[in-house]
């Protein structure tokens, strides 16, 4: 499809049709690599706004991380449920009646390159 | 490098509707929160570096249990970086229980496939001609047969 897209800054858009010519793209080939590499980046943070639970969690991240490392920590209706083991939280959690929650044991579940899916996904 | 003797435990067939012919498994899943329980059959895949990957739907009925987002892994794929939700489940295969992690793609659609950090803590042998996929166990590495 075409698009017209008006108020680009003027030497935004000449660094970035040079640097797609040097790379030997086309304008609209650099365009949707661009597209899908700021989709990508901010797909986490749009998923974190969306979700009721995921937002909780992020907003109490600064405290968790300084008051609970090590323990199991668990986020559901803006309520914090903390354990040193998993069986306790999922005891705590049961009690409250909750069912679904965000879980994470402080310090211990990393974020970070998971490593790679690759050919044996791939099927005709 | 030492050779082992291994003997099979136990060995299920191979997905025959696949064409060529996939080493599969059933997998239990049990909702750490609920309790709730299914089984699915998950293809082996060593391409795939994760736990436990599966569609949307199942994610959204066993997630109980889901990571906060900044632990989401990034995974490399021939189309760029995939971002994975992950959640905290127990599951079953070949009669061991276990804690680990289902994941699915944030977007863009997904499939059963056990990946590398699950299949790595099975001692497990793909015997192609027969299409049977087999839990081993050692029986020890015999001196005779020693390659240092």
Redesign the interface.
């Known amino acids: 499809m075409d698009v017209i897209i008006r108020g680009v800054r003027l030497r935004l858009y000449r660094e970035f049709k040079a640097q797609a010519s040097k790379m030997g793209l086309k304008l609209s080939e650099a365009l949707q690599k661009a597209i899908e590499r700021w989709l990508f980046e901010n797909s986490q943070s749009a998923f974190v706004m969306s979700d009721p639970n995921q937002l909780a969690f992020a907003k109490l991240a600064a405290q968790i991380e300084l008051k609970y490392r090590g323990k199991y920590v668990g986020v559901c209706g803006g309520k914090l449920f903390v354990a040193e083991k998993l069986e306790d939280l999922l005891t705590q959690l049961k009690e409250a009646g909750v069912t679904r929650a965000i879980v994470s044991q402080v310090g211990v579940d990393e974020t970070g390159e998971g490593g790679e899916w690759l050919w044996g996904s791939i099927e005709r | 490098m030492a050779l082992g003797i291994y003997r099979a435990l136990g060995c299920v067939d191979y997905d025959t509707e ?1 064409r060529p012919e996939r080493p599969v498994i059933d997998v239990s899943l049990i909702g ?3 309790g709730r329980e299914t089984t699915l059959s998950a293809v082996a ?6 736990f436990l ?1 599966v569609p949307l739907d199942t994610y959204q009925e066993f ?16 189309v ?6 992950r959640a ?1 489940v127990i599951a079953t295969i070949f009669g061991r229980r276990f ?1 680990t992690f289902i994941e699915t793609p ?2 863009g659609i997904s ?1 059963f ?1 056990l990946g ?1 950090r699950i299949l790595n803590t099975f001692r497990l042998g793909l015997v192609g001609p027969e299409k049977r996929f087999c839990l081993l166990e050692e029986e020890g590495y015999p001196s005779h047969l020693r390659i240092n």
């Open positions: 696949s750490p929160a609920t895949d060593t391409g795939f570096s994760g990957l997630s109980e249990l889901e990571l906060p987002a900044k632990d989401f892994l990034t995974y490399r794929t021939m760029g970086p995939i971002l994975l939700r905290r804690e944030l977007v499939k496939l590398r």
